[in-house]
């Protein structure tokens, strides 16, 4: 492809070239400009691009074949479950029965939404085994800040101020702490064990009259299961705490194993890592929230409930904190998400999470011996080496995640969690072939060859792509946001 | 990883170099390779005080973002503005470059930080030696 449509619209526009001509203005000047301000009208044209139609679609489409997505390929990016969405889920979605709705229509007249709204929350709370769920928070963190909200309500609720500590492992995802601050929480982070689970000495000097929760995620950031969940559940609310579930890593345990059974009180889901939604893209997105029986009054309103005549929008007893949404939620979203568990059923998503915690532990088992591996032993649907076992000392884990792009896969996560080093986080999900998975051994392995043998083409890397090792230190420090006209 | 003698160390990794009256405090060259490159600094203003432990500041590098902790408690009189302007600086030398210039609230707190040969063995601990 000619690399002239990689740079910028702006930077192909000439002011020879027209794509469209404007026709003369054949109506009079509207009594309305004039009573605009004149320092508020602008003297010159604007400074738009000029370029031809063909241009114009070849630039955009040259940008879209840039884009790498899970539909191009393997995408095993730890911690964002990025498995394969069916298309079905976008088929059910664009029904103009769904997409055509209007937010504000009578309730008898959105039986069918509101339906599949009380069945959605029937279902998640089914999976996770929490009471009831609200479909109103937009993403993930949205759902962290609602159910910290929650926290606050529950023990204002029961006239104890002091309770203004939350408790965060430091293996914990990094939204858990912000979100405890944005909620006015003071935030107390505790170390792991030497095994990478939590040290129950560390909670136990860390809780007293003045913790509101912890967050917890199960399995947590290393793929391990805190199979201590039960005695840390009695352990925090024993002090008068809330268990806070951060849904991230759902995908490893649906139908195996379920949050509100290992006593967590209040949880969120993120539906574009476990339900297949769509991942990123500036949203929507859907971060639904789940509690226990003793916190249900406290769900942001309203909810759906099915009364004999038919289901209706429940504003409950009074209690709950409020809205956090605009009408109910990301309703496109929450769509998809009905229609994935749907058509899965409970033994397809029971069979999605053993697949995913079976293909992690292959890639584990099958790459141990070449990079390092720092918690040794079986995971759940994710695990992180610490870096290349042996090798040339000088490359890192950003050279392998470099290289792994010339070699066409999306790189792991890399350094999180921050408590490995040289972490290269490793999610493969449910949705890849064996055929696949191999693939990805043969080019983890020729990295690990040339980390050996030719360290330079590791440094170099990647060496394939439009833009070529870029400067992360000038990025994050001098950044150039915007296109700049020329004066 | 370079650790110096003379100096008291904290388990956040910062570092306190006693000159009387006055103390400075850096981050400590285990640190600075541990974040990799530091991206922005953001320093205290002159006059602030801080407890022992409290954060007085933040470091951000391309991989993570800290906070900083007070080794001990004391006020700010100098802020070492190059570091702000220019973060590589910390990269280069940890050590040389201090962030800021304190008066000791209580000589006494100086006894609960660790001295250097307790440091490095943290820091093997911690995989870095």
Redesign the interface.
């Given at each position: 492809m000619n690399t002239n449509y990689d740079k910028l619209i702006f930077e192909i526009s000439s002011d020879e070239k027209q794509g469209y001509a404007l026709p003369p203005l054949d109506v009079g000047r509207s009594s309305d400009v004039d009573a605009i301000p004149a320092h508020l009208l602008r003297s010159d044209a604007p400074v738009l691009p000029q370029v031809s139609e063909p241009e114009a679609v070849r630039h955009f489409t040259c940008l879209s074949q840039k884009n790498y997505g899970v539909d191009g390929g393997f995408y095993p990016l730890g911690s964002c479950t990025m498995k394969y969405n069916p298309k079905i889920d976008e088929d059910v979605a664009a029904l103009p029965a769904f997409a055509g709705l209007h937010p504000y229509l009578p309730q008898n007249a959105a039986q069918g939404a509101l339906q599949l709204m009380y069945e959605l929350d029937q279902m998640l709370s089914e999976i996770t085994g929490m009471a009831k769920f609200s479909l109103q928070p937009a993403a993930g963190a949205h759902g962290e800040l609602t159910g910290l909200m929650i926290f606050k309500a529950y023990h204002a609720g029961r006239g104890d101020e002091k309770r203004k500590k939350i408790i965060v492992p430091d293996s914990s995802h990094g939204t858990n702490p912000a979100s405890a601050a944005e909620a006015g929480f003071e935030v107390v982070q505790i170390a792991s064990a030497a095994d990478g689970t939590v040290d129950l000495d560390a909670l136990a000097a860390a809780l007293d009259d003045t913790t509101a929760g912890l967050m917890l995620t199960n399995p947590n950031t290393l793929g391990l299961f805190e199979t201590n969940i039960l005695r840390i559940s009695e352990m925090v609310h024993g002090a008068g705490g809330l268990l806070y579930y951060d849904g991230a890593n759902m995908n490893a345990i649906m139908g195996a194993a379920r949050p509100g059974d290992m006593g967590f009180d209040v949880i969120h889901l993120n539906m574009h890592k476990t339900f297949a939604t769509p991942h990123g893209g500036g949203g929507p997105g859907a971060g639904p929230i789940g509690v226990a029986r003793k916190l249900v009054g406290f769900l942001p309103r309203p909810t759906v409930r099915k009364d004999p005549d038919g289901y209706r929008l429940d504003a409950g007893d009074g209690q709950s904190i409020g809205r956090v949404k605009g009408f109910y939620g990301n309703f496109g979203v929450l769509v998809r998400a009905y229609c994935y568990i749907k058509t899965m059923g409970a033994e397809g998503l029971r069979e999605a999470s053993r697949v995913a915690v079976l293909n992690a532990n292959y890639l584990k088992e099958s790459l141990k011996g070449q990079y390092k591996l720092p918690y040794d032993r079986v995971c759940m649907h994710e695990f992180v080496f610490d870096g290349l076992a042996g090798g040339d000392p000088q490359v890192r884990t950003l050279d392998v995640a470099k290289r792994l792009i010339d070699l066409g896969y999306h790189p792991p996560t890399t350094y999180f969690p921050l408590i490995v080093p040289n972490a290269l986080m490793i999610e493969p999900t449910e949705t890849e072939s064996l055929a696949t998975l191999d693939d990805f051994v043969g080019a983890m392995t020729r990295i690990a060859d040339e980390a050996s043998g030719d360290p330079a083409v590791l440094s170099a890397a990647p060496h394939n792509t439009p833009v070529r090792r870029v400067d992360e230190l000038k990025a994050a420090r001098t950044p150039v946001l915007k296109w700049q006209a020329k004066e | 990883m370079n650790v110096l003698e003379g100096l008291y160390y904290t388990t956040e990794h910062e570092w306190l170099k006693v000159e009387g009256e006055t103390a400075y405090v850096g981050i400590t060259d285990f640190a600075q390779h541990?974040l990799?490159?530091v991206?922005?600094i953001e320093l205290p203003e002159v006059g602030e005080t801080f407890a022992a432990g409290e954060v007085f500041g933040v470091i951000?590098s391309?991989?993570?973002a800290s906070d900083l902790c007070m080794p001990v408690s004391g006020t700010v009189t100098e802020r070492n503005a190059a570091t702000e302007e220019d973060?590589?600086l910390i990269n280069r030398d940890a050590f040389e470059n201090h962030l800021i210039a304190i008066t000791l609230q209580d000589a006494g707190e100086i006894d609960r930080l660790m001295d250097a040969a307790t440091y490095r063995a943290l820091i093997a601990e911690e995989?870095g030696a």
């Open positions: - | 541990a990799g490159d991206a922005y951000e391309v991989k993570a973060p590589s995989g």
